[in-house]
């Protein structure tokens, strides 16, 4: 009898909700990662999360904050929902009759007290991404490992299509640019679902696809792995958070209360994983509106003192779009 066959007699899959929270700070010009302490067996890092509790919890955000502040201490300032993930395939084996956990992932945002002695459980998100921080130049991984890889992979299928439906050579070539140009800042979930469909990361290796396997070795690391989809889910808030601080003014949830502009252009920069020119950014910065001199100077710089600035909440109601619109990489 098939496996298809035993699961409609066994009766439905049962399904959980589960919350799983990607919650970034910035701090010393690094976009960190809140982790929390693996448990058991598996030494990989993980997002804050647990299951969502219809009894406890009222709506799935209530859920999140109060999962987030009894794993870690932390108080989540701005959320927003990112996407449902619920690919069975990346977890099932034949015979599995463990509940399905359909993950609704969050992007939260959180300030580092000014001063803290002590982050635990943050990290560079660049620790799991090294591949997305051009702040140095273009990252050595790339001629190292990841395009001889990914040009091994379009080889053994020239013409085979992707699962996107660009073949494997266009989509490389849109996503990691190989002529030595920069990448688009904001496909960062796309970058991470190529090189995992190609079976470079470490979780193609642990979930059993098919182009990890046919290597007969386990791919050297890529970044640090997580555990389950996690990774999966952090991309894709790097890529929410690197679009909206363009039309929204969701940077200012990661600043102190005042600041200077070269403190500002550090963090954008940092959630970039770019370099932008000064004179540049303080003209958007400028054409923006959306900060305002507090009077005071700051000491801080190791020369000249600087102006301090903070955040104008006022342009959420003068303006459609208050964000700091740099542009991506040509």
């Given at each position: 009898?098939?496996?298809?066959?035993?699961?409609?007699?066994?009766?439905?899959?049962?399904?959980?909700?589960?919350?799983?929270?990607?919650?970034?700070?910035?701090?010393?010009?690094?976009?960190?990662?809140?982790?929390?302490?693996?448990?058991?067996?598996?030494?990989?890092?993980?997002?804050?999360?647990?299951?969502?509790?219809?009894?406890?919890?009222?709506?799935?955000?209530?859920?999140?904050r109060a999962w987030v502040a009894e794993q870690t201490g932390v108080t989540l300032g701005y959320v927003e929902q990112l996407y449902t993930f619920g690919d069975r395939g990346r977890h099932a084996?034949?015979?599995?009759?463990?509940?399905?956990?359909?993950?609704?992932?969050?992007?939260?945002?959180?300030?580092?007290?000014?001063?803290?002695?002590?982050?635990?459980?943050?990290?560079?998100?660049?620790?799991?991404?090294?591949?997305?921080?051009?702040?140095?130049?273009?990252?050595?991984?790339?001629?190292?490992?990841?395009?001889?890889?990914?040009?091994?992979?379009?080889?053994?299928?020239?013409?085979?299509?992707?699962?996107?439906?660009?073949?494997?050579?266009?989509?490389?070539?849109?996503?990691?640019?190989?002529?030595?140009?920069?990448?688009?800042?904001?496909?960062?979930?796309?970058?991470?679902?190529?090189?995992?469909?190609?079976?470079?990361?470490?979780?193609?290796?642990?979930?059993?696809?098919?182009?990890?396997?046919r290597r007969g070795v386990k791919p050297p690391p890529l970044g640090a792995p997580m555990q389950h989809d996690h990774r999966r889910i952090l991309a894709t808030a790097m890529g929410r958070l690197?679009?909206?601080?363009?039309?929204?003014?969701?940077?200012?949830?990661?600043?102190?209360?005042?600041?200077?502009?070269?403190?500002?252009?550090?963090?954008?920069?940092?959630?970039?994983?770019?370099?932008?020119?000064?004179?540049?950014?303080?003209?958007?910065?400028?054409?923006?509106?959306?900060?305002?001199?507090?009077?005071?100077?700051?000491?801080?710089?190791?020369?000249?003192?600087?102006?301090?600035?903070?955040?104008?909440?006022?342009?959420?109601?003068?303006?459609?779009?208050?964000?700091?619109?740099?542009?991506?990489?040509?």
């Amino acid at each position: 009898m098939s496996f298809e066959h035993l699961r409609a007699m066994e009766g439905p899959l049962p399904v959980g909700i589960g919350l799983t929270a990607a919650i970034v700070a910035a701090l010393e010009d690094e976009p960190l990662i809140l982790t929390v302490v693996a448990t058991g067996e598996d030494a990989r890092a993980a997002l804050p999360s647990g299951p969502f509790d219809p009894v406890r919890h009222r709506t799935f955000e209530i859920g999140l904050r109060a999962w987030v502040a009894e794993q870690t201490g932390v108080t989540l300032g701005y959320v927003e929902q990112l996407y449902t993930f619920g690919d069975r395939g990346r977890h099932a084996r034949a015979g599995d009759r463990d509940p399905h956990v359909v993950s609704v992932g969050y992007l939260a945002l959180t300030r580092i007290a000014e001063g803290a002695s002590e982050i635990r459980g943050f990290r560079s998100w660049y620790e799991f991404f090294p591949w997305e921080d051009w702040r140095g130049g273009r990252p050595e991984l790339m001629e190292k490992a990841i395009l001889p890889g990914l040009s091994a992979w379009v080889e053994e299928a020239p013409d085979a299509l992707s699962s996107s439906g660009l073949r494997r050579r266009d989509r490389v070539n849109l996503l990691f640019r190989p002529q030595g140009r920069g990448l688009d800042e904001e496909n960062a979930l796309e970058r991470y679902e190529l090189l995992y469909e190609a079976g470079l990361v470490e979780e193609a290796w642990r979930d059993g696809r098919e182009a990890a396997l046919r290597r007969g070795v386990k791919p050297p690391p890529l970044g640090a792995p997580m555990q389950h989809d996690h990774r999966r889910i952090l991309a894709t808030a790097m890529g929410r958070l690197r679009a909206k601080m363009k039309y929204r003014p969701v940077i200012f949830e990661l600043m102190p209360s005042a600041f200077t502009l070269t403190e500002l252009q550090r963090t954008v920069e940092a959630i970039a994983g770019r370099h932008l020119h000064k004179q540049n950014f303080r003209r958007l910065v400028e054409t923006s509106a959306a900060v305002e001199p507090t009077g005071e100077m700051s000491l801080k710089t190791g020369g000249r003192p600087a102006a301090l600035f903070h955040f104008r909440r006022n342009v959420l109601q003068e303006r459609p779009a208050p964000g700091l619109r740099v542009g991506i990489r040509g």
